[in-house]
């Protein structure tokens, strides 16, 4: 069943009534920036938008490293599509990788960790999910380099010991994705200021 904007909207809002906080703002513009590389490559605009929507959907549970199990298992219990629920795991994997993410390596013990793991390592991932894995590190309440929002996710979290490997995965999909568009993916956001500061 496909999910689209307008329920993924509710969702989100039913989502904050139990979990209110900067991941509602976060969640938004990352579907806002999704739709933006959707629309440059041509793909399906209300996809992207709904799955960077919805891609964090599992925190309506409370904001844990548990979020992206929770979330997926949300989604399948609704009856949406595979791809919808895939989302709320990839987003915070880069490079097939459990531990190539901005949170530290999981430990062995969390929740669906196993599965997580082995669902990572052997999904192939989408266009799309490369999108929202470059939009989810981009986005704050606001658009941002992603070198200054990895320094803000180091400066709010601390800093473990994935986090060169993940910085290193990080700029490679950057690379990659200006490759796809042909151009920088800061030319999709004129707002975001760059100076030689």
Same mark, same amino acid.
């Given at each position: @069943?496909?999910?689209?904007?307008?329920? /993924?909207?509710?969702?989100?809002?039913? /989502?904050?009534?139990?979990?209110?906080?900067?991941? +509602?703002?976060?969640?938004?513009?990352?579907?806002?920036?999704?739709?933006?590389?959707?629309?440059?490559?041509?793909?399906? *605009?209300?996809?992207?938008?709904?799955?960077?929507? +919805?891609?964090? $959907?599992?925190?309506?549970?409370?904001?844990?490293?548990?979020?992206?199990?929770?979330?997926?298992?949300? +989604? !399948?219990?609704?009856?949406?599509?595979?791809?919808? /629920?895939? +989302?709320?795991? %990839?987003?915070?994997?880069?490079?097939?990788? $459990?531990?190539?993410?901005?949170?530290?390596?999981?430990?062995?013990?969390?929740?669906?960790?196993?599965?997580? !793991? =082995?669902?990572?390592?052997?999904?192939?991932?989408?266009?799309?999910? !490369?999108?929202?894995?470059?939009?989810?590190? @981009?986005? *704050?309440?606001?658009?941002?380099?992603?070198?200054?929002?990895?320094?803000?996710? @180091?400066?709010?979290?601390?800093?473990? *010991?994935? %986090?060169?490997?993940?910085?290193? =995965?990080?700029?490679?999909?950057?690379?990659?994705?200006? =490759?796809?568009?042909?151009?920088?993916?800061?030319?999709?956001?004129?707002?975001?200021? $760059? %100076?030689?500061?």
């Amino acid at each position: @069943m496909r999910l689209n904007k307008e329920k /993924a909207l509710k969702l989100l809002g039913e /989502a904050e009534e139990l979990n209110p906080g900067r991941w +509602i703002e976060h969640s938004k513009k990352v579907g806002d920036a999704s739709r933006r590389f959707a629309e440059k490559l041509n793909l399906d *605009t209300e996809k992207a938008e709904v799955l960077g929507l +919805i891609h964090d $959907i599992g925190k309506r549970y409370g904001e844990h490293t548990h979020h992206v199990i929770n979330g997926y298992k949300f +989604i !399948k219990e609704l009856g949406y599509d595979d791809e919808y /629920a895939n +989302i709320c795991i %990839t987003h915070s994997y880069l490079n097939n990788d $459990i531990n190539c993410t901005a949170g530290g390596v999981p430990s062995p013990q969390s929740d669906g960790y196993e599965f997580r !793991k =082995e669902f990572v390592k052997n999904h192939e991932y989408t266009i799309y999910e !490369k999108i929202i894995n470059f939009c989810d590190l @981009m986005c *704050t309440n606001k658009f941002m380099i992603l070198e200054q929002r990895l320094i803000e996710i @180091m400066t709010r979290r601390g800093v473990d *010991t994935n %986090t060169v490997y993940h910085i290193k =995965e990080a700029l490679k999909l950057r690379d990659e994705l200006d =490759e796809m568009l042909g151009c920088s993916v800061y030319e999709l956001f004129p707002e975001i200021k $760059i %100076t030689d500061k």
